[in-house]
């Protein structure tokens, strides 16, 4: 069997590796339009100051990475607190019973709650996340926890999200957070190196037509066929794509007064800056030279515009944020600056159902879709979706 997957991502890398599983002997050919394999993984090394570009860290069970054979690189995290920016400061985000009553923003959660017998509810098949959440708990709490919530994981304002798709319903495993120790972008090349498979780099999908007996796909390369054709690139116009701009800063010193995770800040709070991670505090044996590493992410829906400013004017606007929530006064030791255009999907209200009539549509086509442009931005739910199509297809070609 002659296989072609679209995007050397990370949805198209670990659906080589699960196919392979179910099909030993297939040819599996990946085509990738840049130079390198990842996708939107890209971890980035300057004057020793190690910095993501992408994705900061993996939540996944160990067992996942045991498979891929990644345990000697493997790092857990050691801080999980987070915080908001609240009010012109940083506030630990209750994570128990006990941090209700003593947290400031415990005790919003508390008058939140206790509105909720007496609020009139919306019940929808679908509805916005900032609908769902405010019919329950009020526009206040939408503003000060939903809101920073969806532009940490969507780049987007919860008005423009479904709820449906924002929060899925899954079986809730045990997994911890990791990265590795050379980055996050050591999976997808360890995928890519241990691939029995075909990795054309540079290489532009032109077109593709569906025969009775094969796909035909033309390639700024040229012309290939397979049997079957699986793309993972985004999916035309099934989902909003948001763009957000990364200023990493590294420091010698150790800077940090707030130990955690890090903290997100709600429209409310700020007009440009979705959040700083906390990069040090998190996976210190990352650190090398520098101390303090902290990842400032800028733009989303909120503020599409920033995209166009340039590096040096970034660099500020991310500075202005360490001094006024940090305290940091320090003029940073390395820098790096990068923008991911159009690269996390938003998903609209409506979206189950358009990916319902995309499913049905190639149930029968020998062309298949997934990525994160359907089935969650994650790393992990990129895995999963990888799985279990690969599960699916060799199910549903033993039963044809």
């Not at 040229?222 to 793309?231: D, K």
Request: net charge neutral; with cysteine; proline share 4%.
């Amino acid at each position: 069997m002659n296989i072609i997957i679209v995007g050397a991502g990370i949805s198209g890398l670990s659906l080589a590796w699960y196919l392979r599983k179910e099909f030993p002997q297939a040819l599996i050919t990946l085509i990738e339009a840049s130079n390198r394999v990842g996708g939107w993984i890209e971890t980035k090394k300057v004057h020793g100051f190690q910095c993501e570009r992408g994705p900061h860290s993996l939540r996944i069970a160990p067992s996942v990475i045991a498979e891929f054979g990644l345990q000697d690189q493997l790092i857990k995290a050691h801080a999980t607190t987070k915080y908001l920016a609240y009010k012109g400061k940083l506030e630990p985000v209750p994570t128990g019973i006990f941090s209700l009553f003593t947290t400031i923003l415990g005790r919003q959660c508390i008058k939140a709650f206790l509105q909720y017998p007496f609020r009139k509810k919306t019940y929808s098949d679908d509805e916005t996340v900032s609908s769902y959440f405010e019919s329950r708990f009020g526009a206040d709490f939408v503003a000060t926890f939903i809101d920073p919530m969806m532009a940490g994981i969507y780049a987007a304002l919860p008005s423009s999200l479904s709820y449906q798709a924002a929060f899925p319903k899954r079986t809730q495993t045990q997994q911890s957070i990791i990265s590795f120790r050379d980055g996050l972008e050591v999976l997808p090349k360890r995928l890519a190196a241990t691939l029995d498979a075909d990795v054309r780099l540079n290489t532009q999908v032109l077109s593709w037509k569906e025969h009775s007996d094969s796909v035909e796909v033309v390639t700024s390369h040229g012309t290939l066929r397979g049997e079957y054709l699986f793309s993972t690139i985004a999916a035309g116009d099934v989902a909003v794509k948001n763009s957000v701009a990364t200023v990493s800063l590294g420091f010698h010193a150790d800077l940090l007064r707030y130990p955690g995770f890090g903290f997100l800040a709600s429209s409310r709070e700020e007009q440009e800056l979705l959040g700083v991670i906390f990069d040090s505090s998190i996976f210190p044996e990352q650190n090398s030279a520098y101390a303090t590493r902290l990842s400032v992410m800028l733009g989303g829906e909120k503020a599409p515009a920033i995209m166009q400013l340039h590096d040096d004017a970034l660099q500020e606007k991310a500075v202005a944020a360490c001094k006024k929530y940090l305290g940091i006064e320090l003029a940073p030791d390395a820098v790096d600056v990068s923008r991911a255009v159009d690269a996390i999907a938003a998903y609209s209200v409506g979206h189950n159902e358009k990916l319902k009539k995309i499913e049905m549509l190639q149930e029968r086509s020998r062309i298949k879709f997934l990525g994160a442009s359907l089935y969650g931005v994650s790393i992990a739910s990129c895995l999963e979706r990888a799985e279990i199509t690969a599960q699916l297809f060799a199910k549903n070609r033993v039963t044809s």
